[in-house]
């Protein structure tokens, strides 16, 4: 069974970093596009960013832009959020999420459109 495992979480002061990682078991993956996810208490599932399988294009959400970076190393079929000067608007927990379709600007976000799924990882930004 394929699946996705995120690690990194923790918590953090505002204006603080943490790096988030998601590895995959299988290397087939490496050719999926990913994509992070986040959910806090009470709100709905919200798309954080993405990455094209090879690396070339990158989308994010306008909360995030300037802030996270996402990456991939697909000879470790890893892929990797940065995030920096967290906001504790940022808590949630976040997922990892992977599909073998490429989705386009007009479709990363949708996450029902990611068929596989890590179990989360939990990020808290205190003030």
């Known amino acids: 069974q394929v699946q996705l495992v995120e690690s990194g979480g923790g918590v953090v002061q505002a204006g603080g970093s943490l790096r988030l990682s998601c590895a995959a078991s299988?290397?087939?993956?490496?050719?999926?596009?990913k994509g992070w996810f986040r959910q806090a208490p009470g709100k709905e599932r919200e798309a954080v960013a993405a990455i094209s399988w090879s690396g070339a294009l990158t989308y994010y959400a306008d909360s995030v832009k300037g802030r996270f970076t996402i990456s991939r190393d697909n000879a470790k079929n890893t892929v990797y959020l940065q995030m920096n000067s967290l906001k504790p608007e940022d808590t949630a927990v976040y997922y990892c999420a992977a599909d073998e379709v490429t989705l386009g600007r007009d479709t990363w976000y949708i996450w029902s459109k990611y068929d596989n799924w890590g179990q989360g990882t939990q990020v808290t930004v205190f003030s």
């Open positions: 299988e290397l087939i993956f490496s050719t999926y596009q």
